[in-house]
Each structure stands twice: as structure tokens, then as C-alpha cells.
């Protein structure tokens, strides 16, 4: 997908890359930078909003700064799906991520978030989720992930519509 500085994403643009085994995800919200920030590194925030509307999340760790790591856990009734990863980078407005759902541990993401001041009080997230290989990408894109960031991110809207981000 190419992108153009007057194209608009008020639902997330998901898309496979052609040449890498890679995803790209292009989502724009009212809200500055700074806010998107504060809703992808403060642990409470990121609980609130990350994943399907049917699942909780329950952080075990959270240090999101360069060099920390993290775990959460989304829960569905008895039913629970760890994550974990490291951040080799976190900046002012960008995420550098590794991405890894415990149950296919061997299958670890490198994941780059970078969220573009548009003006006016809106942003845009780009985020490239880059995989070791074209299988285990399209499983990821198979696995119904576009719900969860769907879902995902109209919680993030109304956090931000109710000044609570």
C-alpha cells in the first residue's frame, strides 16, 4: 500500500508486505503524539485498550523503556494467551519491539512503531510487524489478529475522546 500525506485511516490499514515477510498497519487518531505515547508505554493505559473486546489483559511486567521488556496476559474465562518481548528502543516517537506469543515461541516478531504528528491534534501509528518468514506472517495475518486491532484501537478512540489518555 503506498501512502500519500493526504490519505486518511480512521479504521487500521492492515497489510502484508510484498518483498519482506512483513505487516504494516496504518491507523490515524485524534491525538497528539504525546498521547499516543502515554497509551502504548504506560502499563494501565495499554491494559485498557490492547486486544479484542472480549478478552482482559492483566500485565505481569511492564518496562517500557530502552533496553526493558515486558509480559501480558490476555484472558478470556479460564483461558489465558501470554505475550512477551523486549524494547530495544523506545523514543519520543517511535517503538522498536520484539513481539513473541508463548505458545509458538520459536516464532518471535521485531515490531516498529512510529507515530507522525499530523497537525491539528492528529496522529498517525505506522506499525511494521517484520516476521522469519512469508509462513509464519501469513499465519499471523490467518490468525484473526484484525479483530483485536479493530477493537483494539476503538477503545483507544474513546480512552482519547474521554480525555482519559
Known amino acids: 500500500m503506498s501512502t500519500t500525506s493526504t490519505q486518511r485511516y480512521t479504521e487500521a490499514a492492515i497489510e502484508a508486505d510484498t518483498t519482506v515477510p512483513a ?7 485524534a491525538a497528539t503524539p504525546a498521547q499516543l505515547m ?12 490492547i486486544g479484542p473486546d472480549a478478552l ?7 518496562d517500557c523503556r530502552t533496553l ?9 474465562g ?3 494467551y501470554s505475550f512477551r518481548g523486549t524494547f530495544p528502543e523506545v523514543s519520543e516517537n517511535r517503538i522498536v519491539q520484539t513481539f513473541c506469543y508463548e505458545a509458538m515461541p520459536e516464532a518471535v516478531a521485531l515490531e516498529t512503531l512510529t507515530i507522525t504528528d499530523l497537525g491539528e491534534g492528529r496522529s498517525r501509528l505506522h506499525g511494521l510487524s517484520l516476521c522469519d518468514s512469508f509462513e509464519a506472517r501469513d499465519g499471523m495475518l490467518a490468525s484473526g489478529m484484525e479483530v483485536g486491532i479493530h477493537e483494539g484501537y476503538a477503545k483507544l478512540d474513546r480512552l482519547l475522546a ?4
Open 78 to 80: 479460564d483461558q489465558e
Open 38 to 49: 502515554r497509551a502504548h508505554t504506560d502499563p494501565d493505559l495499554f491494559a485498557r485498550w
Open 23 to 29: 505487516v504494516h498497519i496504518w491507523r490515524d487518531f
Open 56 to 62: 482482559g489483559t492483566r500485565i505481569d511486567h511492564w
Open 68 to 76: 526493558g521488556s515486558y509480559r501480558y496476559v490476555n484472558t478470556e
Open 162 to 165: 474521554a480525555g482519559e489518555v
